[in-house]
């Protein structure tokens, strides 16, 4: 299973970005997907997750301001980051569970079987 994530860059606050993570070596619609994140210096930590059924749940610092979504069809999930801050300046991983495990390891990172090798988005103030 490979996870290849892109998208990221350098944007200005207030600023938009559209990451996708392309998946294949197996076909996701039954697995979760998740996005996470490190910043320099700290703990890789959640972000976004959407399991098979489509509920999706987020970290509270990005609610109102990122959606994730998922084409099953182009095993590809996106996640659409809006009103973009300084504190969002970080490495994003895409990651692949291979499973439904249910909400709870849905948002943790022992959760997921594989991972991508990382976008980075940059953000300025």
């Known amino acids: 299973v490979q996870l290849q994530a892109s998208g990221g860059g350098l944007v200005q606050s207030g600023g938009s970005l559209r990451l996708s993570c392309a998946a294949s070596g197996r076909t996701f619609s039954t697995d979760t997907m998740g996005w996470f994140r490190q910043a320099p210096g700290n703990e890789r930590e959640f972000v976004a997750t959407?399991?098979?059924?489509?509920?999706?749940y987020y970290v509270d610092s990005v609610k109102g301001r990122f959606t994730v979504s998922r084409d099953n069809a182009k095993n590809t999930v996106y996640l659409q980051m809006n009103n973009l801050k300084p504190d969002d300046t970080a490495v994003y991983y895409c990651?692949?569970?291979?499973?439904?495990?249910?909400?709870?390891?849905?948002?943790?990172?022992?959760?997921?079987?594989?991972w991508g090798q990382g976008t980075l988005v940059t953000v300025s103030s």
């Open positions: 990651a692949l569970g291979a499973e439904d495990r249910g909400s709870y390891f849905s948002m943790r990172a022992r959760g997921y079987n594989y």
């Open positions: 959407s399991r098979p059924s489509g509920v999706a």
